[in-house]
């Protein structure tokens, strides 16, 4: 049987796939083969095209930014929960296809895409780049297909559960049903109720937790790297009493509850300055970079370490997998983490400069999908233009626009919405 090779933290139905299949290699286990289709997927290598904070290619006159993509973040942040993972007892290979696939299904220009993607799908079940994740996993991305069609890359139910952020669907959200976050599109709830089979409720399986953290840990840590890196942030600024003022406004409602006390995230902040690796000035130069590249070696692993020892003493030793546990992050380390986010968010995301290319991001989406919309199938690539004369009604149609946009580069979302639009 497939997973044979597996530890017995991970039973049959874990191991099990939407579509079976006989195993093509002996003694390689179910989760090293979820892993590698996923890094041989070319959702995957799209990635590298798709904007993380600072836009690929800006060049600043002192020094080059080489900023990060959803791609290198993505990599980055499989490494952190690999082993986060791996010190709890999870199996690595699960632990990092999850983290490898967490982003796939993000669209085009990042969250700004997003948003704007989900006002065009308003009548069709909406957009939410997690739930383009599972769809994407599990029915666009072409490796295994059934008679009755694809069923993407057709990975186990444990890695398909471990890369779900979000376990409902639209407007399903368990304490806070106005939040737009979801995880599943209404078409794709037979796969989803397949892989939540055996959940209790709405929480996330351990490995799904571990992700979502190793992802906040890599985004927060890593965004600030590239904010100072690209001359955006000065971290002399977060000493002024404006200044900080200013970055807790940003943290408190959007990465901290809306009642968070402003004193503790400035005594967070104030731990993170107080120590003796933290980044007080940054000049582009090779010392520079050293220095900050050990800081940001010393904050993933402050903010790892406090999670493992947390978990540990609320779980004990042994192996920590699927609804065996919950991950603990002690709340000053997520005010911690939160901070970072905030300061990222005041100095890169929030420059006008950024808020004027947004604008016309979401321009360029929307032209697009009204272009398409008015055309199709031309203008689809041929996996979607198929699926487009198979659809069996407008609302159908219009999702097969969405997922061939959400599918495009930021540069590829460009020269279409140009050559569609007569712009060209």
């Not at 799908?121 to 666009?140: H, K, M, P, V, Y």
């Not at 304490?175 to 089979?197: C, H, L, M, N, Q």
């Not at 940003?250 to 690796?277: C, I, M, S």
């Not at 233009?385 to 930021?410: C, E, G, H, Y």
Request: charged share 25%; net charge negative; with cysteine.
């Amino acid at each position: 049987m497939e997973g044979t090779a597996l530890t017995t933290a991970y039973d049959s139905t874990s191991v099990a796939r939407w579509a079976p299949e006989p195993d093509k290699r002996p003694g390689r286990t179910a989760f090293q083969r979820d892993r590698a289709r996923i890094l041989h997927s070319a959702a995957l290598r799209r990635l590298a095209g798709k904007t993380q904070v600072v836009t690929p290619g800006e060049h600043n006159q002192v020094w080059d930014a080489s900023p990060r993509t959803r791609l290198t973040h993505s990599l980055e942040c499989a490494q952190v929960g690999r082993e986060l993972g791996a010190a709890l007892g999870c199996d690595p290979d699960l632990v990092e296809a999850a983290c490898l696939s967490h982003d796939l299904g993000h669209p085009p220009f990042g969250h700004n895409g997003e948003q704007a993607l989900n006002e065009f799908a308003e009548d069709c079940g909406g957009f939410e780049g997690n739930a383009q994740s599972l769809r994407l996993l599990t029915r666009i991305e072409p490796k295994r297909f059934t008679p009755e069609g694809s069923v993407g890359l057709n990975l186990t139910r444990a890695a398909l559960d471990a890369a779900t952020k979000y376990p409902w669907p639209r407007g399903a959200h368990p304490t806070d049903p106005a939040s737009p976050k979801f995880g599943v599109y209404e078409d794709d709830r037979p796969v989803f109720d397949w892989i939540r089979e055996d959940a209790p409720g709405a929480r996330t399986c351990f490995e799904a937790q571990v992700m979502d953290w190793a992802d906040d840990v890599a985004y927060s840590v890593h965004d600030v790297e590239d904010g100072l890196h690209a001359g955006h942030i000065d971290p002399d600024c977060l000493h002024a009493d404006p200044e900080r003022e200013a970055v807790f406004a940003v943290a408190v409602g959007r990465y901290v509850p809306a009642g968070t006390d402003p004193a503790e995230l400035a005594e967070a902040l104030d731990r993170l300055l107080d120590q003796e690796w933290w980044p007080h000035g940054y000049d582009g130069t090779a010392v520079a970079q050293a220095r900050l590249k050990d800081a940001t070696s010393q904050l993933i692993g402050r903010f790892c370490l406090a999670a493992e020892g947390a978990t540990r003493r609320a779980h004990g030793g042994g192996r920590l997998t699927r609804y065996g546990a919950e991950l603990v992050v002690p709340r000053g380390t997520r005010m911690e983490c939160a901070v970072l986010k905030a300061v990222a968010d005041r100095y890169v995301m929030q420059r006008a400069e950024q808020e004027l290319l947004r604008a016309d991001q979401r321009v360029v989406v929307l032209e697009l999908a009204q272009a398409l919309t008015s055309r199709a199938p031309d203008g689809l690539d041929p996996q979607f233009r198929t699926l487009f004369d198979r659809a069996p009604d407008d609302r159908a149609r219009k999702r097969v626009i969405v997922d061939q946009i959400a599918s495009l580069t930021d540069a590829s979302a460009r020269s279409l919405h140009a050559r569609l639009t007569g712009q060209a």
